[in-house]
């Protein structure tokens, strides 16, 4: 069984910086990438980053590039999102997905499997 667990997330003020955690369990050998979205009050669920497993390719959304960065540490089925250079608009819960399919990987209906999400909020 598969299983996704996020940790990380807060209160930052704009400027600052958060890392977000996502320790996973199960068959992980299987997956093609992992990714993080987030989902602001009444938006659809955006993408945010995603890390080939395998790999170690990195994608971006637009809203993120320069800012955020993707990692993932095989040995420890953990995948990290290192958020710098926050915005209000970053106010979100960021959910951490992996998928076992190749294909798009920034699209959320790529993804088999979800974490139950972590807040992150941005004060101005």
């Known amino acids: 069984q598969v299983q996704l667990v996020e940790s990380g997330g807060g209160l930052v003020q704009a400027g600052g910086s958060l890392r977000l955690s996502c320790a996973a369990s199960g068959r992980t050998f299987t997956w093609y990438a992992m990714g993080w979205f987030r989902q602001a009050p009444g938006k659809e669920r955006e993408f945010v980053a995603a890390?080939?497993?395998?790999?170690?390719?990195?994608y971006y959304g637009d809203s993120v590039k320069g800012r955020f960065t993707i990692s993932r540490d095989i040995a420890k089925n953990t995948v990290y999102l290192q958020m710098n250079s926050l915005k209000p608009e970053d106010t979100a819960v960021y959910y951490c997905a992996a998928t076992t399919k190749t294909g798009n990987v920034y699209s959320r209906y790529n993804y088999d499997y979800w974490g139950q999400g972590t807040q992150v909020t941005v004060s101005s």
């Open positions: 890390v080939s497993w395998r790999f170690g390719s990195t």
